[in-house]
């Protein structure tokens, strides 16, 4: 999951979901499944959640070094 | 009064004197044909109208600040002044400053570049990228200061605070600025940190949205790995990076609205996912302990499951017999059906009818040749029967012999010497006997 974007993995989650609504899986495969959906889940919701130094402003200095500060709107 | 007469040099300074000082300055307007620019960079070209035509010139130096570009056929209205080139003997235009006719020298440049790059195909579909659903980071290409950041911040952050936003200050107006821009574009390429990139500008005039019309943007924007969401000016303006740019949006904050979800909305539906993740595997698990559930009872009564196995095999045994016995009929009935037909071809009227023909001509065979024999056999009796009448006795009794025999012995009398006398013998005559008595006997053969 390290490269998984929250759109892939909303997408799987789908997938998933369908997987086990259509209630064909052997008992093994759906739990497996449900445990990745779950993983998933979570990963979209963290992704939701997660909190950094919000907003950041790129500056070029003088010697063409890029800098980063906090931008105060 | 003497007659003056000049030299060519003398009269073409003259001329050149008189229209240069009577039109130092002048504004003239026509259309440019035979265009021409060679090495030299100035540009050539002859102004015309439907009666006239001049000889005109634009220098290198006074093209550089041309916005557009100039092309054949073009109407233009320019300032500049009349020369006279004299080892030519010709006289044109040389123009300081031109600018299309009809419309702004920017609307011009600006539909000129927009067909230059459309047939490069800048700004075709397949080059368009799609944008990430959540970004990692959104990259704000704009002016630090001003309503525009101020506004897509806070729309952002009221959609999704948690998407990080990483803005790079740019000049959005000016002399300039599209360089600035563009270096922004490559820098965020470079540092590969966000997955989207945003260029965002505010309402402004044509000449103010100058920047956002220039080939050196309109390149960066369509160099960028990163998607590019053009958001300059009002709804109605567009601009050459809209056409580059991957997604346009009508304005600054529609284009914070386009670039991160709403949050709620994302919950909502992980919600519902979940939920029905739930569902689905709950659902699962119950029919499996259903399924179970029937296993198990008829593992807890063997007699019955004893029973019902018993039951099923006597089924399947009736199933599998009425097959078989099918199977068996369907055979007999073709291996009949097989019989009847070859019976048909041996069917004993065909060897009757034969045999009878056979037989009749057996018959008729036989028949001719019984009536042969038997006519032969008649004949032959016939004539048999006329010998044996011929040889009969009785014929020669009738011919008047008589046969003598001895009583009772019935010897018949052939010697005399067999008879003694008082011998009663019988003589046979033609017609009737005699029965007699010997009176002598006589040996002598002519004694009769």
């Not at chain 2, 008189?18 to 035979?34: H, K, M, R, V, Y």
């Not at chain 2, 006074?62 to 073009?74: H, K, M, P, T, V």
């Not at chain 2, 990692?136 to 911040?153: E, K, L, W």
């Amino acid at each position: 999951m390290a490269k998984m974007t929250f759109e892939t993995a909303l997408k799987q989650l789908e997938e998933i979901v369908a997987q086990l609504e259509s209630g064909n899986l052997p008992l093994e495969e759906a739990l497996k499944k449900f445990e990745e959906g779950t993983k998933l889940s979570k990963f979209c919701s963290q992704k939701l959640e997660e909190t950094e130094k919000r907003i950041m402003m790129l500056t070029r200095q003088a010697d063409g070094e890029v800098t980063e500060t906090p931008f105060e709107a | 009064m003497q007659t003056h007469i000049y030299t060519v040099t003398e009269l073409t300074q003259n001329i050149k004197d008189l229209l240069e000082e009577t039109f130092p300055i002048l504004w003239i307007s026509g259309e440019i044909s035979n265009l021409s620019r060679p090495a030299s960079g100035h540009f050539y070209f002859t102004l015309k109208d439907e009666k006239a035509q001049i000889r005109a010139v634009l220098f290198k130096g006074q093209a550089r600040n041309l916005s557009f570009r100039l092309e054949d056929g073009l109407t233009i209205v320019g300032m500049g002044r009349i020369s006279v080139y004299a080892p030519q003997g010709q006289y044109q235009v040389i123009f300081e400053t031109i600018e299309p006719k009809g419309r702004g020298a920017l609307q011009l440049a600006f539909e000129q570049l927009k067909a230059k790059l459309a047939q490069e195909g800048l700004f075709d579909p397949s080059h368009k990228k799609p944008l990430p659903y959540l970004p990692r980071r959104v990259c704000i290409v704009t002016s630090p200061t001003g309503a525009v950041i101020h506004d897509m911040i806070q729309i952002m952050g009221r959609r999704c605070p948690t998407v990080p936003i990483q803005i790079i200050p740019v000049r959005v107006q000016g002399q300039g600025a599209e360089v600035e821009i563009a270096a922004a574009l490559e820098l965020a390429n470079r540092r590969d940190e966000a997955d989207v990139l945003v260029i965002a500008r505010g309402g402004g005039s044509l000449e103010d949205l100058q920047p956002f019309n220039t080939e050196t943007l309109a390149r960066a924007i369509h160099a960028s790995r990163i998607p590019v969401v053009s958001a300059v000016g009002h709804e109605t303006d567009y601009t050459i990076a809209d056409f580059v740019a991957d997604i346009r949006a009508p304005t600054p904050s529609a284009a914070a609205e386009l670039i991160v979800p709403e949050r709620e909305s994302l919950k909502t539906a992980l919600f519902n996912l979940e939920r029905r993740a739930r569902t689905g595997i709950e659902r699962t698990i119950a029919q499996l302990m259903q399924r179970l559930k029937s296993l198990d009872e008829r593992l807890a009564s063997p007699r019955k499951r004893f029973l019902t196995d018993r039951l099923l095999a006597i089924d399947d045994l009736h199933i599998r017999s009425v097959r078989a016995l099918d199977r068996i009929l369907a055979f007999s009935r073709e291996r009949l059906r097989h019989y009847e037909r070859t019976l048909s071809a041996y069917h004993p009227r065909r060897w009757i009818q034969y045999h009878r023909v056979q037989l009749e001509r057996f018959d008729r065979e036989m028949n001719a040749y019984m009536h042969k024999i038997i006519d032969d056999k008649r004949y032959f009796l016939r004539r048999l029967e006329a010998t044996l009448t011929a040889l009969s006795p009785l014929a020669i009794l009738e011919r008047g012999y008589s046969i003598t025999q001895t009583i009772p012995d019935q010897h018949i009398v052939l010697s005399a010497d067999t008879i003694v006398p008082d011998d009663r013998v019988s003589v046979r005559l033609f017609r009737g006997s005699l029965i007699c008595r010997v009176e002598r006997t006589l040996h002598g053969q002519d004694d009769v």
